[in-house]
């Protein structure tokens, strides 16, 4: 059973940028995986998705520009990181990992077809 543990949230001023770390039991090969995350009173969104091992992305529109998705080179640890960050982007961030998926196309942010999640990590943005 994959498991998936997010660290690096917490209190950032506005025009900070974060690192927020996604970290798994074992190696994600062949998996797509995603940064989600939710605001309050707000329904989850989908912030960017990794896939292993080609490497391909996606990011949200809110995002594009700001963000940056990476993985380690074991493949055990995806990284969001976030610069030039906005009130709006107080949430707790999730990850999550699709077994043999991909992150192109229109259903990368669809969270049925994430098969495992973690349990977030609350980003707060205020002065």
């Known amino acids: 059973q994959l498991q998936l543990v997010e660290s690096g949230g917490g209190l950032v001023q506005p025009g900070g940028s974060l690192r927020l770390s996604c970290a798994a039991s074992y190696a994600l090969d062949y998996y797509a995986i995603g940064w989600f995350r939710q605001a309050p009173g707000k329904e989850r969104e989908g912030v960017s998705c990794?896939?292993?091992?080609?490497?391909?992305?996606n990011y949200a529109d809110s995002v594009k520009g700001r963000a940056t998705i990476s993985t380690d080179s074991a493949k055990k640890t995806v990284y969001l990181h976030l610069d030039t960050l906005k009130p709006e982007d107080t949430a707790v961030y999730y990850c999550?990992?699709?077994?043999?998926?991909?992150?192109?196309?229109?259903?990368?942010?669809?969270?049925?077809?994430?098969?495992?999640w973690g349990q977030g990590t609350q980003v707060t943005v205020s002065s």
């Open positions: 990794i896939s292993t091992p080609g490497g391909g992305t």
């Open positions: 999550a990992a699709d077994i043999y998926g991909a992150c192109y196309g229109n259903s990368w942010d669809r969270e049925s077809k994430y098969d495992y």
